[in-house]
């Protein structure tokens, strides 16, 4: 397996219903081995993607290629990807087994050979004492478990899962998130999994593509789309941010300045030529996370602003402070984030405090 | 508090009134009625009027007199066959339902059950003159050159009630088939492809086995209605189509010998009851009603 051949490509993929468009000229390559996550809200058209690719719709236009070859037209069937339904989709009138050799026995391979991998496929999934029961006995980690196991029996070249732990109580979704990525690196299959939820996606994935009304708008590692989001969308959508609109300034090497409401911020632009390409005066937003903003002090000479603590609010391992500032018609509300300490937070509601952020924890995007 | 004592009573009272009601209507109406039937097959008849004393006489005339064990085997052997048909034609047509979509499903589904809304009696005449001897069916036949003189095989005998029979309670096989094969989810279909299925393995490994539920209803609806029916054959059947259902109807019309007539029928619930188990029985699917 190598993660830097590609597997399935998409090329510029197009889907509507009716007169309805969904999907507007997407480009994905998926590469193999890699655990890919499509991150959306809700109509973004990240499920009509995994739909596309597992063949339970036809494009309206473009290809699909696996190992270069186009399957557009390959029927489901056919197609060695297997789904993981959001809703389990098991069969009712069959046992735990006999759900999970389906796949197996559909293509004729004899009994004994499935019995044993049906076996083998169960213990990786810790499912090996309940081959006997019927689905309507199992809790829904159990289900989720009989599905994905139902899943890689058939060695798919790619495993599309769909909000799969959506169903799921908060605690059983974090253990299955671990569990499904341990699961992905024993077997070494390409995951494609679809969520709506940030925290799943940064937790298993290796690479994540956030889309938003059927366009995708950035494809990177977690850390890139937390630290380089490429538009004010994925700024918003990914994570906590503050961002404050201003012009692009001049370039200072790795750094490029930005007149705001808080006055001339600068923020890095390192690996980001097309910031770096931008003209002066172009609209653009200086984006900081709120873990990045502190109480400035001497040191501090760039990015420093005044600002007033109009709320405080306890969040478990940290405390968020709601903070205004810039002139009063075009005060910005920005969000300041500590670790929680037991003897509570240094930062009092009402103050009148000066606060910071170092240039290389800011970043830009355009407008 | 004292609004609540007031009115709490009055709730209750009517609470108790539903209660009684709904246990007293199925009560006074069933099984009284079934409990009086089962009473008099214990009782004789002499010389036209009834001898109230106990005796397991008309049981061990059934068992014993050969004329009718042989009917009522026949019977239930005819009754079988017409759920066999109904379920055979029946599932094609409900199948085809499920492919179409939205408004269509349901016009052709109403069109389907339009014969309920007809006069029974109607319809068995309607069937009659497409039956008989000189009927459309025998015409049809010798005009398109496949019999050379109309076929005496359907004209008034058993075949007759078997067909008449299977086209009067279609509509009933219909109903249950389609209902479950709609409560199929369509998801199911898909994983099945998605796992590598072919159609026809899908339909035989999802679909029929999920639809079971639906085909035991529906045969034992229709095998209840049709060993019941006494009219059909009556009016189809002529002299060799005897059912059971006939012998019933002639000992408490002519024969008049209501406590014999109560024997046989207690022995005909008793294998109405048997098919109504045995169609719940496959009806609950294990997995299927958690």
């Known amino acids: 397996m190598n993660q830097n051949t590609d597997l399935l490509t998409l090329r510029s993929v197009s889907k509507s219903y009716g007169t309805v468009p969904v999907l507007h000229d997407i480009d994905l390559s998926i590469r193999d081995g890699e655990f890919l996550t499509v991150l959306g809200p809700s109509g973004s058209g990240k499920t009509t993607v995994l739909r596309l690719i597992g063949g339970l719709e036809p494009l309206t236009s473009g290809e699909i290629r696996l190992d270069g070859q186009d399957i557009s037209r390959m029927p489901i069937n056919r197609r060695p990807f297997n789904t993981v339904f959001q809703d389990y989709a098991l069969f009712p009138h069959l046992t735990v087994s006999g759900n999970v050799g389906y796949g197996l026995s559909v293509r004729h391979i004899q009994r004994k050979e499935i019995a044993r991998r049906v076996a083998e496929a169960l213990d990786l999934v810790q499912l090996g004492r309940f081959a006997d029961r019927f689905p309507a006995q199992l809790s829904g980690g159990q289900r989720q478990r009989v599905a994905l196991a139902r899943a890689l029996i058939c060695q798919p070249r790619l495993i599309l899962l769909d909000e799969p732990l959506a169903a799921l109580d908060l605690e059983l979704r974090r253990q299955m998130q671990v569990f499904l990525k341990s699961i992905q690196r024993e077997i070494k299959t390409t995951f494609l999994f679809v969520t709506h939820d940030q925290e799943e996606a940064i937790g298993m994935a290796d690479r994540i593509c956030v889309m938003e009304a059927g366009h995708i708008r950035q494809l990177g590692t977690p850390h890139d789309l937390y630290y380089k989001p490429n538009c004010e969308f994925v700024a918003r959508f990914f994570g906590e941010n503050n961002l404050v609109a201003g012009k692009l300034g001049p370039i200072q090497g790795e750094l490029r300045s930005i007149e705001t409401a808080l006055g001339r911020l600068v923020c890095s632009i390192s690996n980001q030529p097309h910031l770096k390409a931008a003209t002066d005066g172009a609209s653009a937003y200086a984006a900081f996370r709120p873990e990045a903003l502190h109480l400035a002090d001497a040191k501090d000479t760039d990015n420093r602003f005044p600002g007033t603590i109009s709320d405080m609010a306890f969040a478990g391992s940290s405390t968020v402070a709601t903070i205004t500032a810039g002139a009063d018609n075009a005060a910005q509300r920005l969000r300041l984030r500590v670790p929680s300490r037991v003897d509570g937070s240094a930062l009092k509601s009402g103050e009148a405090v000066s606060l910071s952020f170092a240039p290389h924890e800011g970043h830009l995007v355009l407008a | ?290």
Do not use: H
Not at chain 2, 69 to 82: G, K
């Open chain 2, 1 to 290: 508090m004292s609004k609540a004592d007031s009115t709490l009573p009055a709730e209750r009272r009517l609470s108790l009134l539903v209660t009684v009601l709904a246990f007293a209507l199925p009560v006074i109406f069933v099984l009284v009625p079934l409990a009086i039937f089962l009473g008099y097959s214990f009782f004789s008849v002499d010389q036209g009027t009834i001898v109230y004393g106990l005796s397991l006489g008309n049981y061990a005339r059934f068992f014993t007199d050969p004329v009718f064990l042989p009917v009522f085997w026949n019977t239930i052997v005819l009754c079988v066959s017409v759920a066999i048909i109904c379920i055979l034609l029946a599932y094609p047509a409900a199948y085809f339902l499920t492919t179409l979509k939205g408004r269509w499903r349901y016009a052709l589904l109403m069109l389907l059950l339009v014969p309920l809304l007809m006069s029974y009696v109607i319809k068995i005449y309607a069937i009659r003159s497409i039956l008989g001897l000189n009927g459309f069916l025998n015409k049809a036949l010798v005009a398109l050159g496949i019999l050379q003189e109309p076929s005496t095989l359907f004209v008034f005998n058993m075949n007759a009630i078997l067909l008449t029979l299977t086209l009067l309670l279609i509509p009933f096989a219909v109903l249950p088939i389609f209902l479950s094969l709609e409560r199929i989810p369509q998801v199911l279909l898909r994983a099945s492809d998605d796992l590598g299925a072919s159609g026809l393995q899908t339909f035989l490994r999802i679909t029929l086995p999920l639809s079971l539920p639906g085909v035991a209803s529906a045969a034992s609806f229709v095998f209840v209605l049709a060993i019941g029916d006494f009219l059909t054959p009556q009016m189809v059947g002529g002299i060799s189509g005897f059912t059971f259902g006939r012998i019933l109807y002639s000992q408490f019309g002519t024969a008049y010998n209501w406590p014999f007539g109560a024997a046989l029928s207690v022995a005909l619930a008793v294998v109405v009851i048997a098919a109504i188990l045995i169609g719940e029985r496959f009806g609950r699917n294990r997995g299927i009603s958690v």
